[in-house]
């Protein structure tokens, strides 16, 4: 007898700790890949986040677990331990948008929370973080056309091929060039969104390439491109760069000698944070919309780029790590049918 209330008892106390909403969360991040400065700021960003959560009380830990080469089976063994494990909530970058749906079924069928951002799933029961990757294609096309009303030939790098990502920045791309007919892309790369490899690639296929006016990208490939071209000897065309460091600084080191102008986007690594936030307040009962869309975030213009350069590490990528407050907002207003609150400074 003295065992079954001991029991209950204990039962009791932690329902009423988890109701005043003083646990503390268990929280996963499982990250497909980390080769890029933009996952490492990524992984950064969700550091500072975790950090911050662990002062206040909210959680308990927030470890970070990346598999080692964009395997979906390993990403979901990694998602079935973490169940077994017994997270409350497993935040996700996944290495495929459908293959991770069933192990991620069974995260949920056991209670756990899971949100899933930048290379979001498909399983519609998951907390699904949407970032509207296709407007990073048609922004670039759509600048490359009022820029070069007459036409020309384009050089398009690829991310990591089979990514949900690099099959809607080239849709968002092919799409929009429907209302550009003097454009044409000549060619394609494959960068997968680093610097080093694009530069490659790009050194690669300039022999055969005619002359071409701009060069679309998908964020870690621009000063590759830049790189490429300039090792070549040929004239550098518009680069569209993706908010990294080494970018946003060639950008500013062309336009401070000849008044080089292009823009720069790429998702905020610092989308972490929000996927973050939004678990936690899953887990306190608060009424979270399964889908949410973000915007990638864009510099469009020098002062922006001067103002990005001088808060980015060098190595790193233009970011914003997001607060639990701002996040909270950012619920109401997409709720209320409204645009998420401004970026915080």
């Known amino acids: ?37 933009w996952r490492q700021s990524m992984i950064s960003d969700w550091k500072k986040a975790a950090e911050t959560a662990i002062q206040k009380g909210l959680i308990e830990e927030a470890p970070i677990f990346t598999t080692n080469e964009s395997s979906a089976a390993e990403q979901a063994a990694q998602i079935q331990s973490l169940i077994i494990e017994g ?45 509207d990757f296709e407007f990073m294609g048609r922004t670039q096309i759509e600048y490359v056309g009022k820029r070069f009303p007459n036409g020309g030939s384009l050089l398009e790098i690829r991310g990591l091929a089979g990514t949900y990502v690099n099959d809607a920045i080239h849709k968002g791309i092919v799409d929009t060039l429907a209302k550009y007919p003097k454009l044409k892309v000549v060619a394609e790369v494959y960068g997968d969104w680093t610097a080093s490899v694009a530069q490659k690639a790009v050194a690669g296929i300039l ?17 590759g491109a830049v790189k490429a071209f300039e090792a070549a000897g040929k004239p550098i065309p518009l680069v569209l760069m993706g908010n990294r460091y080494d970018e946003l600084e060639i950008w500013k080191e062309l336009h401070d000698k000849s008044g080089y ?7 905020a690594p610092g989308a972490s944070t929000i996927a973050f936030w939004e678990a936690i307040e899953v887990l306190n009962g608060a009424d979270v919309p399964k889908e949410i869309r973000l915007l990638p975030l864009v510099i469009d213009t020098v002062a922006k780029m001067e103002k990005a350069i001088k808060v980015t590490p060098k190595g790193g990528v233009a970011t914003i790590v997001y607060s639990q407050e701002w996040v909270q907002q950012m619920i109401a207003n997409f709720k209320a049918g409204k645009l998420p609150p401004p970026d915080p400074e």
């Open 261 to 267: 102008e292009t823009i720069s986007l790429s998702i």
């Open 1 to 37: 007898m003295r065992k079954v209330l001991l029991a209950l008892l204990l039962t009791a106390l932690a329902l009423g700790t988890a109701a005043s909403g003083e646990k503390k969360w268990r929280i996963a991040l499982s990250n497909d890949y980390a080769g890029n400065s």
């Open 207 to 223: 022999p055969s390439l005619p002359e071409v006016v701009g060069v679309v990208t998908q964020g870690g490939d621009g000063y």
């Open 87 to 131: 997270y409350d909530a497993i935040v996700l970058n996944a290495a495929s948008a459908t293959a991770l749906n069933s192990v991620v079924q069974e995260a949920l069928d056991a209670g756990i929370v899971v949100v899933s951002f930048d290379n979001a799933i498909t399983n519609e029961n998951a907390w699904r973080l949407i970032t």
